[in-house]
């Protein structure tokens, strides 16, 4: 079946800009994180969503971070003002259901370039 | 081949040999360990998992080890294949959502 999407798989913006990022997640999957790759290490919890639950923002680096998922599924992380070091790749997983022993799925990511 | 700890990121080994990728883990109160492989440029693709109550799983030429007491996992790959050739990371989590991942180790497998 279809596994997580995200779009653009590249994304090149100047310092400044404001950018969206996208996750399809896997259908059917209630839980859905973001998480930011910097080059060459692993990966740093941004956000969490669960069903119709308050998102956990606690990974969100700064208040220029913002996530959305409407209708419960499509999730978008929106950088306002860029700045280079937000530069990394960004990786959105889901999971079927909520909980620390659930499987998480991780879509290809958005490689995000701040000149 | 065999990788120690967090200090060696990186493992060469001779296709066909077995591979062990090591990881050191820092909460004890971890429950849930999983082992991703990452393709360049690619999301991180789960491999195998394995849950505290447990020290030994086996997969398709994969097999995690866990112990506890020292806070140590393992990925072991039998008969290593061109294919293995990724970075592999160790992620843990503590019953919530969140895992925390290791900083990966660099699988190179030589013809």
């Known amino acids: 079946g279809a596994g997580v999407s995200q779009s653009p798989s590249n994304k090149v913006t100047e310092k400044g800009k404001d950018v969206e990022l996208r996750c399809d997640p896997i259908?059917?999957?209630?839980?859905l994180y973001w998480y930011r790759q910097s080059l060459g290490q692993g990966l740093e919890f941004l956000i969490y969503?669960?069903?119709?639950?308050?998102?956990?923002k606690s990974g969100l680096p700064s208040d220029r971070f913002s996530a959305e998922r409407t209708g419960g599924s499509v999730s978008t992380l929106t950088i306002q003002r860029t700045q280079q070091e937000d530069s990394a790749v960004y990786l959105c997983?889901?999971?079927?259901?909520?909980?620390?022993?659930?499987?998480?799925?991780f879509g290809p990511g958005t490689r995000l370039l701040v000149l | 081949g065999e990788s120690v700890g967090l200090h060696l990121p990186t493992l060469s080994v001779q296709e066909g040999d077995n591979s062990i990728i090591n990881c050191a883990y820092s909460?004890?109160?971890?429950?849930?360990f999983i082992w991703y492989k990452q393709e360049s440029g690619k999301g991180p693709q789960f491999i195998i998992d394995?849950?505290?109550?447990?020290d030994k799983r086996q997969g398709q030429r994969v097999t995690v080890l866990l112990n506890k007491t020292v806070k140590h996992l393992s990925l072991q790959i039998a008969a290593t294949q061109p294919g293995d050739s990724a970075v592999y990371f160790c992620?843990?989590?503590?019953?919530?959502?969140?895992?925390?991942f290791g900083a990966g180790t660099t699988v190179t497998v030589r013809a």
């Open positions: 997983a889901s999971s079927l259901n909520a909980g620390g022993q659930e499987t998480q799925y």
């Open positions: 259908s059917g999957h209630t839980a």
């Open positions: 969503f669960q069903g119709n639950s308050a998102p956990d």
């Open positions: 909460n004890s109160a971890s429950d849930y």
């Open positions: 394995i849950r505290s109550n447990m």
């Open positions: 992620a843990e989590n503590t019953n919530d959502y969140k895992l925390s």
